[in-house]
C-alpha cells in the first residue's frame, strides 16, 4: 500500500539481498523509520518489542528470522536454537509457529549446505502468499460492503468500523480487516472508516489512521469506547476486525477489546465479520475463551503514553499515579455466537468447525 504515494509492504527483503528491512512500527506515525534486521536473535527482538507486530508479519518475521540464523549455524542444532528462539517471541498469534512450521519442514530434510538459499525461497514464498491470500479477502469482503452501498444514497459511504490494526502493516501488504476497504475504495464505492484508537498501545490512532490517510480512506479515529453510542445511532454499517488466532469452534481471539465490540454490535444487529488468512486458524484447539494462550505485558503500555509536542519533539508521559497496580492483557476471545462470518481467501463463511473445515481440509487434518 502507498506511504507518500510510494508503494510499500512492512518487510522485505534489503538490497543487500540477506539482511532484511522492515518498518519500525514502534516510531509511527511521528517518524518514518526502516529497521535492518541481520540475525535471528534480532528478528525475535523485534517480534517481541512490537517493531513489527499483527499476527501474519509476525510469522514472516520469524521466517526470516530462520532464514538469518541459517546463515550463521545451518545445523540441525542451529535449526532448533532459531527455532525455540523465536517461537517464544510472543504466544498468541498462532502464525508465529505456523510459519516457523513451514521454515522446519522446507528446511530439516536437506543437506546443512543447501539450507540458507532454501530459507530465503521459504521466507519469499511466506510472504507472496501473504499479500495472495489478503487480495483473496479482500475480493470476498468486498461483495459485503458492495451490498450495503447498494442501500444507501449514491455517494453515502459505508460506515466499517475497525479495532487494533489489521491493516497492511500487520501483514506483508493489504492487511486482512482493511482488505475489503481497500478494494472497496479502488472501486470508486464510497467507505468511511471509524478507527477504534486500540488502548493501551494506540495501534488504531497511530497505524491505522495512518496507513488510511496515506492511502486516502476516509476516516474517523475514536476513542475505544465510543462504538456502542455510534451503533445505537445508526452510525456503523458493520464491523471488521482481524485476529491473532480463530479456534476450530469459530471462536476469535483479537486485540484487547474485540469482545466488547462483538457484544455491542450483537446488541445492535450491526453485522460483525473477523478477516482472517488461513494460517491463523487454529484447529487444535476446540475452545477459543478457555484455550488460547493470552499475552500480558508490561504495565508501561498503560501507565504511559508517547506523543508529540507542540514543538515537534516525541516524548513520553506517565497518566496514572505513581504507585497503582495495572493490569495489561492484550487480547480477548469473541465468541463464535457473536460473530456473523469469516471472511477468508477461501470465501466468507460461518464460525463453527464444519465450515472451516470444508475450506480448509488440509489445515482441518494436521494438529495446527
Ligand atoms: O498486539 P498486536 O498489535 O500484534 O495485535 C494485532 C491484532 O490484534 C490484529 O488485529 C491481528 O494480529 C490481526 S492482523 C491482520
Known sequence: ???????????????????????????????????????????????????????????ATAAFGIALAMRQDSSDDGLDRAYQTL?????????????????????????????????YARADEILEQDVAINQGIARHGLPLIEAIAARKEP?????????????????????TATAPIYLAHEQGVAVH?????????????????????????????????????????????LVIVGTDRVAGNGDVCNKIGTYLKALAARDNNVPFYVALPSPTIDFSVSDGIRQIPIEQRGAIEVTDMTGRTADGRVETVRIVPEGSPVANYGFD????????????????????????????????????
Open 1 to 59: 500500500m502507498k506511504v507518500d504515494d510510494r508503494h510499500y509492504r512492512s518487510i522485505w527483503l534489503d538490497a543487500d539481498g540477506w539482511s532484511v528491512a522492515a518498518i519500525d512500527q514502534r516510531k509511527l506515525p511521528h517518524e518514518f523509520v526502516v529497521a535492518q534486521l541481520t540475525t535471528c536473535e534480532e528478528a525475535a527482538d523485534a517480534i517481541r518489542t512490537m517493531l513489527v507486530r499483527g499476527a501474519p508479519l509476525i510469522g
Open 193 to 237: 472508516v471509524w478507527v477504534d484508537e486500540t488502548r493501551p498501545r494506540n495501534q488504531g490512532a497511530a497505524l491505522t489512521a495512518w496507513e488510511l490517510g496515506h492511502h486516502g480512506v476516509p476516516h474517523t479515529v475514536i476513542p475505544d469506547n465510543t462504538g456502542g453510542h455510534l451503533m445505537q445511532h445508526g452510525m456503523v454499517d
Open 155 to 175: 455517494g453515502e459511504p459505508v460506515n466499517v468500523l475497525t479495532h487494533c490494526n489489521a491493516g497492511w502493516l500487520a501483514t506483508v501488504d493489504w492487511g
Open 333 to 368: 476471545v469473541t465468541p463464535a455466537r457473536l460473530v456473523t462470518g469469516l471472511i477468508t481467501e477461501r470465501g466468507v463463511l460461518k464460525p463453527n468447525r464444519a465450515a472451516l473445515a470444508a475450506a480448509f481440509p488440509e489445515r482441518a487434518g494436521a494438529v495446527k
Open 87 to 119: 517461537v517464544v517471541a510472543r504466544p498468541t498469534a498462532i502464525n508465529l509457529e505456523w510459519a516457523l512450521e513451514k521454515m522446519r519442514a522446507t528446511l530439516g530434510p536437506l543437506d546443512p549446505a543447501e539450507r540458507v538459499d532454501a530459507a
